[in-house]
C-alpha cells in the first residue's frame, strides 16, 4: 500500500490543487452557476481523499461540497465568504500534504 | 474427446553462434530438434547455443545445439529457417524438455465451468483475420469461453481497451491503420501497468517487420500465414499455466465503475496488487461493454456521477438485467444514506470511500470468499 501512496498522493495533490482553485475563482466570483460542477467536483475529491485514506481532507471537502450546494440554492454573502473559507482551509491542508509528500519522496 | 498429441506450438527463440545472434521463433519442437524460422544460416554441423522461451508459459532453456539442416522458403506456412539438433547430453535441459514436451502433449485439461478466460486482444485491421481467429478458438477449445478473444482494429482502439481491461497476451499486426504495430508495442512497453503483458507480433512483413516489433518488446514475431494450429497450443499452455499458477481466489474479476479517472486508476491498482483481475469504466457506455465482455465475479459502482446514480445502476442490474454477481455501492457519501441506497438498490453492500482502500480490498475479498 505504501507503494500505492508514494505513487498516487502526488497525483492527488495535482488535481485536488486545480479543482479548489477553480472552486475558489467560483466562489470569489459569485459565479453562481458554476457551483452545480464545483460541488461535484469537490465531492469528487472527498471521495479521492477517502479511496487514500487522508482522513483531514476527506471530511473538509465534503463541507465545502455542502456549502457549494447551499450557495447554488441561496447566494448570499454569508454563504459565499463561508465557502472560501472552507476552501482556502482545504487549500492549505492539500499544500501541507504536498509538502510532506515531496520530503518523503525526496528522502526515499 | 481430448484434442491431444497436437505436438506444436511456437516458442520465442534466440539463436546466438560465435558470430551472430538472432532473435526468431521457433516450432516443431521436440526432445531432440527444434525447427527455427529465419533467414540467417550457416554451414551444417555449426555448433550454436538457442534460448527458448515464451513469457508466462516457458522459462527460458538455453540448449546447446547445431545446425542440422536448413529450409528455403517453401509453399506459405513453410517458411525458411534452419533444423537445429539439441546437445542433450545434459540431464537438466533433457528434463527441461521432457517437461516441457509433456505439457504440450496434454490433453486439455479445462474442467471447471466457474474457470475464467484466458483474455487474449487481437489487433488486427482484417476482418478475415480476426473472424479466422474466432472461428479457430471455438473449434480449437472444447470448453467455450476457455479462452476469450477481444477484438481491436487499430492502435489507438487497441489502446483504449487495453487501458480499461487486463488481457493474458496481446496479438498485435505489424501493418495497421495510422500508428504500426511497433508503436503500439513500444507504448505498451512504457506504460508501467502493461509493460509485462506477453505480447505477440504478426505480420506479412517479413525480416523487416520482425526487427521492427522485436526491437519494440514483442516477445515473439510470427509471421503471416499464420499457423492457427500452433498459436493455439501456444494460447492453450498460456491459459493452462495461468490456470495452475494462480490460486482461484485471485483469479476473480472485479469491474469498477466511477467517473473519477483517479479513483478508477487507484482502485484498479490495490486490486490488482492484490491479485485481482480488474476492468475499470468512465461512462454508462463503456459500464456496459465492459459488463458483457468481461464477465465479472463482482461489480464496484460509485453513487453519484454525472450520467446516473450507482443505486440506480444496481437496482437496473438486479432487476432488469437479473445479474447476480455481487454488486458493492462505493461512495463518499454518508453511511446511513449510503446503507439506505444500497439495501434499496438490492445492492449486496456498500463501502464508504472514506474507509480507505485496505478495507476496500478486504470487502472484496470478503465477498467473494462467501460468494464462491
Known amino acids: 500500500m505504501d507503494d500505492l501512496l508514494a505513487k498516487f498522493v502526488p497525483q492527488f495533490v495535482e488535481l485536488a490543487r486545480s479543482r479548489v482553485a477553480v472552486a475558489l475563482s467560483a466562489a470569489a466570483q459569485y459565479d453562481q452557476a458554476a457551483t452545480t460542477k464545483v460541488a461535484r467536483d469537490l465531492h469528487t475529491l472527498a471521495g479521492e481523499a477517502g479511496l487514500l485514506g487522508l482522513k483531514e481532507v476527506a471530511p473538509l471537502a465534503r463541507d465545502c461540497e455542502l456549502k457549494a450546494k447551499r450557495l447554488h440554492a441561496s447566494h448570499t454573502d454569508a454563504e459565499v465568504e463561508g465557502l472560501v473559507a472552507a476552501l482556502r482551509q482545504l487549500a492549505q491542508l492539500i499544500e501541507g500534504i504536498g509538502a510532506a509528500s515531496t520530503r518523503e519522496g525526496g528522502s526515499a | ?372
Open chain 2, 1 to 372: 474427446m481430448a484434442l491431444a498429441n497436437w505436438g506444436r506450438f511456437i516458442v520465442r527463440a534466440e539463436i546466438h553462434s560465435s558470430s551472430e545472434s538472432v532473435v526468431s521463433y521457433g516450432f516443431d519442437l521436440t526432445e531432440t530438434s527444434i525447427f527455427v524460422v529465419t533467414e540467417w544460416h550457416a554451414a551444417v554441423g555449426t555448433p550454436v547455443s538457442v534460448r527458448l522461451s515464451f513469457p508466462k508459459i516457458l522459462e527460458p532453456i538455453d540448449v546447446p545445439a547445431r545446425i542440422g539442416d536448413i529450409r528455403v522458403a517453401g509453399e506459405p506456412g513453410e517458411p525458411a529457417g534452419i533444423g537445429l539438433v539439441f546437445d542433450t547430453t545434459s540431464s537438466d535441459v533433457r528434463g527441461k524438455l521432457a517437461s516441457l514436451l509433456e505439457r504440450v502433449n496434454a490433453p486439455l485439461t479445462f474442467t471447471a465451468v466457474e474457470d475464467r478466460p484466458c483474455r487474449v486482444l487481437l489487433v488486427d485491421d482484417s476482418w478475415l483475420i480476426r473472424d479466422m481467429f474466432t472461428y479457430g478458438t471455438a473449434k480449437f477449445f472444447e470448453r467455450p469461453g476457455a479462452l476469450a478473444i477481444d477484438h481491436a482494429e487499430d492502435a489507438e482502439r487497441a489502446w483504449g481497451k487495453l487501458a480499461s481491461s487486463t488481457y493474458d497476451l496481446v496479438i498485435i499486426d505489424y501493418f495497421l491503420p495510422s500508428e504500426d504495430g511497433a508503436s503500439l508495442i513500444t507504448r505498451l512497453r512504457n506504460d508501467e501497468r502493461l509493460s509485462h503483458t506477453p505480447v505477440v507480433a504478426i505480420s506479412v512483413g517479413g525480416r523487416d517487420a520482425r526487427e521492427a516489433t522485436l526491437s519494440a518488446g514483442a516477445d515473439v514475431f510470427v509471421d503471416k500465414p499464420l499457423i492457427f494450429r500452433d498459436l493455439f497450443n501456444t494460447l492453450r499452455m498460456l491459459a493452462e499455466g495461468r490456470e495452475q499458477a494462480r490460486p482461484a481466489a485471485e483469479r476473480k474479476a472485479i469491474l469498477v465503475f466511477d467517473d473519477s479517472p483517479f479513483a478508477l486508476a487507484l482502485t484498479r491498482a490495490a486490486l490488482e496488487s492484490a491479485g485481482f483481475t480488474v476492468a475499470i469504466a468512465g461512462d454508462l457506455t463503456s459500464f456496459e461493454r465492459q459488463r458483457v465482455s468481461f464477465d465479472p465475479d463482482l461489480i464496484l459502482v460509485d453513487v453519484q456521477m454525472p450520467e446516473a446514480f450507482g443505486d440506480d445502476v444496481a437496482s437496473t442490474l438486479r432487476g432488469w438485467h437479473g445479474v447476480q454477481v455481487p454488486i458493492l455501492l462505493v461512495s463518499s457519501l454518508d453511511q446511513s444514506e449510503l446503507a439506505r441506497r444500497a439495501q434499496r438498490a438490492q445492492a449486496s453492500g456498500y463501502i464508504c470511500k472514506g474507509a480507505g482502500m485496505p478495507e476496500l480490498v478486504r470487502r472484496c475479498r470478503e465477498l467473494l470468499e462467501t460468494t464462491r
